[in-house]
């Protein structure tokens, strides 16, 4: 396939979403961006990338300090200040880096507002990956050994953080389906399967 495309994924907790992310770059013999971005903006800023770990994916924490700089909306505005919080530091950076790479190539991220960050280049397909609760409980447990009476609780809250994220840097509902090109429920499929889907409807998006 003559993949000139730029794949954002935004995942529920438990989805599966990075590892189809992998999966689908590998197919495409195309380069895959997630924990990479927060190695890349530490690199950038000269900053302790542990740093950015604890805050990846995280609004600001206050509030009011973000309303008083005038940066609440960081769809309609913002500002590369040092003395910004080290979460919207990060995420100017990882802004800056993401458009960068996807001016160079196709490529695939994960997370980040990226398809927001792209919402202007025609050639970002936007792809949100979510399942049922059973499905995300069974692979937090099993993938990233939460505990099984904590695991619901865990997916609740990861999810409330990454919505609060991206609607408090983009204006916008994170998993609405008008924000996506496509949806996918990996519950009901094998990452090979949903890998597959992702590519058919590439070819189908290229016209072929």
Not at 13 to 28: D, H, T
Not at 33 to 55: H, P, Q, R, T, W
Not at 102 to 129: H, M, Q, T, W
Request: neutral net charge; hydrophobic residues 35%; aromatic residues 10%.
């Amino acid at each position: 396939m003559n993949n000139n495309f730029i794949i954002t994924i935004g995942r529920q907790f438990g989805s599966g979403g990075r590892e189809i992310g992998e999966a689908l770059a590998k197919k495409l013999n195309i380069p895959y961006y997630d924990k990479e971005l927060i190695s890349l903006a530490a690199k950038e800023s000269g900053m302790d990338a542990e740093v950015f770990n604890n805050v990846d994916e995280r609004a600001t924490n206050s509030l009011l300090y973000s309303l008083s700089m005038g940066i609440y909306s960081f769809g309609n505005n913002f500002s590369g200040s040092s003395d910004l919080p080290v979460n919207d530091r990060l995420y100017i950076l990882q802004h800056q880096i993401i458009k960068k790479l996807a001016s160079e190539g196709p490529c695939v991220i994960v997370g980040r507002c990226a398809d927001y960050v792209l919402k202007d280049f025609d050639n970002c397909v936007n792809i949100f990956i979510h399942a049922d609760m059973e499905y995300r409980k069974k692979r937090a447990i099993e993938i990233h050994d939460v505990k099984k009476n904590k695991a619901e609780q865990i997916i609740n809250k990861t999810d409330k953080v990454r919505a609060n994220y991206y609607g408090f840097y983009s204006g916008q509902k994170w998993g609405f389906a008008q924000n996506y090109d496509l949806s996918i429920d990996s519950s009901k499929l094998t990452k090979d399967q949903a890998v597959e889907l992702i590519e058919a409807y590439l070819k189908i998006r290229a016209g072929e």
